[in-house]
Structures are given as C-alpha cells and as structure tokens.
C-alpha cells in the first residue's frame, strides 16, 4: 500500500472538517467503547486473563525461530506447504506462482491487512487474474476504486450506511436501498456467484498454532469459511508474529480478542483449519499453502520496540484513542491506523516516512490501559520519538527550544531570573480578560485557544518574600 | 513528617496561588512542607520529546533535591507520574541511582491521594457554594491511580455539589508539546471536553494539573465561554478560588 503518513497534518485538517466523516466517527465512537465495556465484565478476573495473554504473546516472541520451526514441521506434516516472505513483494510473487502452478484464474479473499501491505490485490490484477474481497467493509471499499481501510477490523466503519447505499447502486446498477439488511443481502448475493466459481481462497490468520500446524480465523460474516474451504486452493498470510505455541493459548487468547475488539463474547464464526482435505472429508482446499511474512517484524523483534508484536489486532487502542476518535484512520496514511499504528507504520516503512506518527498522541495511556496483551503503547511511541531526537528528525527550532529551556532549567539561579523576566512579559500581553490571544512562538496553541496569563510573579519569588516577611516581623 | 513540596514548572511559572493552596493544606494535615528551592521541572517536557539527556540529567537534580524528605507531594498527577513511574527506565543499569529513584518513588504522591491515604485529613479548610464537576487528568487516573480521591475530599466540603460528566476520564488534549504541534486536533479533543463540562451544569471544572487547566480554560474563553471556571483541586480544597486574572 502506498504510504501516504507524511501527509498526516493536511489530512486531519481535511478531516475535522468533514462533517460527513465527524457524524460517522461520533456513531462508531458511541459504539466499540461501551460494547466492550459490556463484555470484559463477564470475565471472572480481566487482569489476570490479560497478563496470561501478554505472557503466552511475550513468551513465544522470545523463542520465535523455535516456534515457527516447529508450527512448519506440523503444517507440512498434515499436507499443507509452509513459505517464506521477506519483503512485501516477495507475498505478491508467491502467490501469483501458487495461482500460475494451479491455473488459477479467479481468486477469493477474506480479511487480510498483511496483504494490504503489499497491495497484494493489484498485484493479481496485474497480473490479469480476478479478485474479489468477501469481507462485506473490504468488498465495499474494492468496489470504491480500492479506498484504503480505516480500522482494522471494521475497514469501511469511516462509511455511512447512505454512503454505502449510494456506492452499491451505482456499482451494482441495483435499486437504491436505504436498510441495512438488504444492503447485506445485496452484497451476499453478488459475492455468493464468486464463492462457486473461484480457485482459489485467500485469508489472513488470526493465529498460526504451532502444536498441530494450523491457522486460526476469527470472523462474523461467515466469508472465510466459504472463501477457505470452497476453493481447490487456500493460501493464509500472516505475518511471523501470529504464532501460538498451543490451542489452550489460543482459547486464552479468544477470551480476550472478540472482547476486545467488537465486545462480543465470542466471534460469530472461529475456524481452525488443518490441512488439506483428507480421505473421506467433505470440505477443505486440496491444496493449502502458508505464507510467513516478515516485511519488517524481524527488525521490530530486534528493536526497543519489540513489544508491538505482541499485537492481537483487536482494534481497542484505536477505538479508544482520543485521537483516532476525532481524526478516523485514513490521516494515519498506511495499513494500520491509530495508536499501534504510529509504531508499526514509522517501524515498517521507514520512521523518515512518517515523522508525524510518533508525535501525534497525548500520550494518555487510554490504549495502554485497554490492550488486553498490555503492550505498552505511550512507551513505544516515546521510544520512537527518542530516535527522532537522537537522528536530527525534528525541526530545528523545536531542538534549539527544548535545549534552551533544559540548559536554563538545569541552572536554578539563571531559571529563576530568565523565568522572573518571563512571566513579566507574558503578562504583559494579557488583554483585559486575563488572556494571551496571540503568543510569539506559540501559534501552534493560540491559533486555536487563549492562552491564561500567568500571574506576573513566580511562585518561587512569591514563596521566599513570604518566607522572609515570617521571618522579619 | 517532612513533606517535600515538588511544586512543578507550570504552578510556579502560571499560577502560584496553586502551590501556596497545596501548601496551606498540606500544613492543615499536619505535614511539615519543605520547598527544595533549588527545583525547577521534572523533565518530562524533555523526556516525552525524546531529548533522553535533558531529562536524566533533570531527574537527577530531582533526586538529589528531595532526598532528604519523608515524602515527595506534586499539586500534579503528570508530574509525580514522572517520578514515580517513569524516572526508573531513566536509570535502567544504573544500579545506584535505581535505588535511590526507586526509594523516591515509593515515597512520591499526588496530592489528594496524599491527603487522603497519608495524611488522613479530617477538616477541609476551603469553602465552595456551587455545582462543581472533575475532569480526570491522564496520567493523575492511568499512573497514580487518582479518581476517588479528589471526589471523597470535594464531598466533604458543604455547598458544594459534585456532578459527573459524560467521559470524564477522556484526555482534555494538551498532552505537553502535543497542544503546540497537532494544534487542531488538541483544540478538537478540547472542544469535546468544553461540550462535555457546559451539558453538566457545573459552573466550574475542577481537575488536578495546570497544564489541562491551561487548555480547557483557554478553549472555553476563546470560544466565547467565559462564565464557567476552570480550578485547581488544590484552589477549591484551601479555598482560595480567585479568579486567575486578579491573581
């Protein structure tokens, strides 16, 4: 996918001022938050399911290379072929070779936002082959001319219901509906063709489970059952992190990503596919391939940073981030939006091609305390903007500004006067109101709000006077 | 009991009258306040823009400053965030310093949290007659833990009314350096909180940490609101509420 995160300032002002968008970000904002609220309370014991989680996600990371070894020893073992991609163009080139090896002409994909990294379905219209997403937000943003998601598990949330009903009748050359229901009839009618006459099956993976070699999917629609086991041949992509030693790790993890994500208790659908089709078995690819991408995760694995992959992609950070909730998550620029975004997009293409990220949170913790794999997310993003500081990647005049504030604040004497001075001044802008409209240096805040004036005297003035008048009766 | 007293860079420099507030309740509990005159900032302007040095070499200073008091109080849950949870990873392989920063934090509170579960004040000094609602600061709720402690002491006080609004926990918006750079959308996130204090009927917000204050203050004003009051917790507790202009 192109990467568009150096835009991200000109696309948020565009963006709080699209009233289409705020109304539909102020809906789903009601929506995720209280929802998952709703859920964990069925949880015995929350932290204690949450901690079990972030251990199971840490532990495996530590062993990575044993674990994938041994999720690739039991894959093969039940049939299935087991690749490798380093870089995002290596996906695209491995499955347009599984699509040329089975004559495939028509492909079917559910969910997958590893292979919105590597634009993976222009790559097989590129290659003169068909496809057709099945995730009902996926679908509606393919038939938009490939509009790129907005969240992660709900790709089209930034869309309204009219919008969507506008969008169809002019691709599907159907009737206008204005009901929901019959805007997904209307999609499940049209995909249901493609289901029957597609070769091919991809999907993403939830999980890879290293103990029996198979992929975990957790939907609602139903699509990726269809999409995987319709088809002669399913390719699953995920990325290396996905990897869970057990399916009792899985089962922990489940008791927190439905949950998490859309405060369900448990996805309409999970499947756990292994294998191809075996004797006698009714259902299944008859051929299964699993691609293991790294396009960049190793790196993170090796960085300060490493914790992010511990990312279950639930999608709470973003729903609940102050942040997303206002902007959406097409300013964000790449894949993956909002709080686990800002470290993996800067992570994965280049934190030069996405200064802003890092920056552009109030470091709340609102997403930390939510992540139910406790990944530390305000930490990381400092982490980030430590190696934006330490490679000159910030303006200057926010490097001179913050060393000459630190050279005076670490010298008492020569604070005390410069801020005496300083708070003089400041005080001297005030309008009558007590408020600085207008701040040298400080548009960033004063272009949008006043700005109090300090009381005229420092606190530290003010404190040794008072000492002394006790002092001298 | 020798209580030191962390005033904070924006107290000191914005407004004073929030740290003689703090200070006179904290002599109202029956603690000793000492002010390290030497102190300036905790660092954390240095440390959330990734300026590493700056800040090590600022919590440092903090250190040293409050080494000899039984307690570390800030009128700040962003400041005494800083110390107690954040200045360990600054010292992380410094096994000395990591002690003492580890003592320092065990000893570091926000200050209700300290009139409440240290100092056990009985008596609240100020006066309040009206309906009042708190925001919660970030890192006040998500790193010390403040959310009844502020509520349990306005409680007390007669005349006042305490009334909750709608997301009273979401971030105001200011995050720092964030109000300056990402402008707009720190000024959105303001105008939420300003929609969100007005629809409660309160006629002051009251909230734990200057900087907020700053900007839920300075929205409401620039946006034409200029009867509802924005104080400190400190303010309202040793009742000393001057408006901010005559102070």
């Not at chain 2, 040293?64 to 954040?86: K, N, Q, W």
């Not at chain 2, 056990?120 to 402690?149: N, S, W």
């Not at chain 2, 734990?208 to 507790?237: F, K, M, P, S, Y």
Request: glycine letters at 8%; one cysteine or more.
């Amino acid at each position: 996918m192109q990467v568009a995160s150096m835009h991200f300032k000109a696309r948020v002002h565009d963006d709080l001022h699209n009233a289409q968008l705020q109304a539909n970000l102020r809906k789903f904002q009601g929506k995720f938050v209280p929802l998952r609220r709703n859920a964990l309370v069925e949880l015995d014991d929350f932290e204690g399911t949450r901690e079990a989680a972030r251990a199971i996600r840490q532990h495996t990371l530590d062993e990575l290379d044993t674990w994938l070894a041994l999720f690739e020893e039991n894959a093969q073992a039940r049939g299935a072929t087991v690749l490798w991609a380093e870089t995002p163009a290596d996906v695209n080139r491995l499955v347009l070779d599984i699509a040329a090896r089975h004559g495939v002409r028509k492909i079917i994909k559910s969910k997958s936002m590893v292979s919105e990294e590597s634009a993976l379905d222009h790559a097989i219209e590129a290659a003169g082959l068909t496809v057709v997403e099945t995730d009902l937000g996926e679908y509606i943003l393919q038939i938009n001319d490939y509009e790129p998601p907005s969240h992660i598990i709900g790709p089209a949330l930034h869309k309204s219901k009219d919008e969507v009903a506008a969008l169809f009748h002019a691709k599907h050359g159907t009737a206008q509906k204005d009901d929901i229901q019959e805007l997904v009839l209307e999609a499940r009618g049209v995909l249901r063709e493609h289901y029957l006459t597609a070769d091919m099956g991809i999907s993403g993976g939830n999980f890879f489970v290293a103990e029996t070699g198979s992929v975990v999917l957790v939907t609602n629609e139903g699509n990726a059952t269809l999409a995987t086991t319709l088809p002669k041949v399913h390719v699953a992509i995920s990325g290396i992190e996905k990897i869970v030693p057990t399916l009792e790790d899985v089962a922990t993890l489940m008791r927190l990503l439905p949950r998490s994500a859309t405060g369900q208790s448990i996805s309409n659908y999970v499947d756990v596919l292994t294998g191809t089709k075996g004797h006698g078995e009714v259902h299944g690819a008859e051929h299964m391939y699993f691609i293991l991408v790294d396009a960049g995760r190793s790196a993170v694995l090796a960085s300060d940073v490493r914790e992010a992959l511990r990312c279950i992609r639930c999608g709470a950070c973003m729903n609940h981030c102050p942040v997303y909730q206002n902007i959406g998550g097409h300013a964000y620029g790449w894949v993956y939006p909002g709080p686990i975004g800002s470290i993996l997009t800067p992570m994965y293409v280049g934190l030069e091609n996405a200064l802003d990220l890092p920056q552009a949170s109030t470091l709340c913790n609102q997403c930390g305390v939510v992540c139910p794999v406790k990944i530390p997310l305000p930490d990381l993003q400092r982490k980030l903007r430590e190696q934006q500081f330490a490679r000159g990647m910030r303006p200057w005049t926010e490097r001179a500004g913050l060393r000459l504030w630190a050279w005076f604040a670490r010298r008492p004497a020569l604070y005390a006067a410069a801020t005496r001075l300083g708070v003089r001044a400041l005080r001297g802008l005030a309008g009558k109101n007590g408020m600085i409209t207008r701040l040298p240096f400080g548009g960033g805040w004063t272009q949008y709000r006043d700005m109090p004036a300090p009381a005229g005297r420092t606190f530290r003035e003010l404190y040794r006077q008072r000492a002394q008048r006790q002092a001298s009766p | 009991m020798r209580v030191g007293f962390f005033v904070t860079c924006l107290v000191d420099l914005m407004r004073p009258s929030v740290g003689f507030a703090a200070i006179s309740l904290l002599e109202a509990g029956g603690a000793e306040v000492f002010v390290p005159p030497s102190q300036t900032c905790c660092g954390q302007p240095a440390y959330n823009s990734g300026d590493r040095a700056d800040a090590i070499a600022l919590a440092r200073k903090v250190v040293a400053e409050f080494d000899g008091c039984d307690y570390l109080v800030a009128p700040s849950g962003s400041c005494s965030g800083m110390i107690r949870t954040h200045y360990a990873e600054l010292f992380a392989g410094d096994a000395a310093m990591s002690a003492r920063v580890a003592a320092l934090a065990a000893r570091t509170h926000e200050l209700t949290d300290f009139l409440v579960n240290v100092l056990r004040i009985e008596t609240i000094p100020g006066r309040f007659a009206g309906k009042v609602t708190y925001h919660d600061c970030c890192a006040g709720l998500r790193e010390m833990g403040v959310k009844t402690q502020p509520r349990t002491l306005l409680a007390q006080m007669p005349g006042l009314e305490l009334t909750e609004m709608a997301d009273c926990e979401t971030c105001c918006g200011f995050g720092g350096t964030f109000a300056l750079k990402f402008g707009e959308i720190s000024s959105r996130m303001a105008d939420n909180k300003c929609r969100n204090v007005q629809a409660s009927g309160a006629a002051a917000v009251v909230l734990g940490d200057l900087g907020c204050i700053l900007n839920i203050e300075g929205r409401l004003r620039r946006t034409g609101d200029t009867q509802t009051r924005v104080l400190h917790v400190a303010e309202v507790l040793a009742g000393m509420t001057t408006p901010t202009l005559s102070s």
